[in-house]
């Protein structure tokens, strides 16, 4: 129901969730070096999770909802 995110050093940015087919879920504004996003209403399968900082840092995930 939630994923947590954890990224030593990261200011603010972007939380971005996309589907397999590219389309944009949502996308969230973060800040600090942790945070916690409820992802319970999405539909099980599989997405990518995108976080992306305001310094230009950024990394790529699998996520997977059952």
Do not use: C, W
Request: glycine share 10%.
């Amino acid at each position: 129901n939630l994923i947590h995110v954890e990224v030593p050093g990261f200011n603010t940015g972007t939380l971005s969730i996309v589907d397999l087919v590219g389309r944009h879920i949502r996308t969230v504004s973060v800040s600090g070096s942790k945070f916690t996003h409820y992802v319970s209403d999405l539909k099980a399968g599989m997405y990518f999770v995108s976080i992306k900082s305001d310094e230009g840092y950024a990394f790529t995930k699998q996520l997977v909802v059952q």
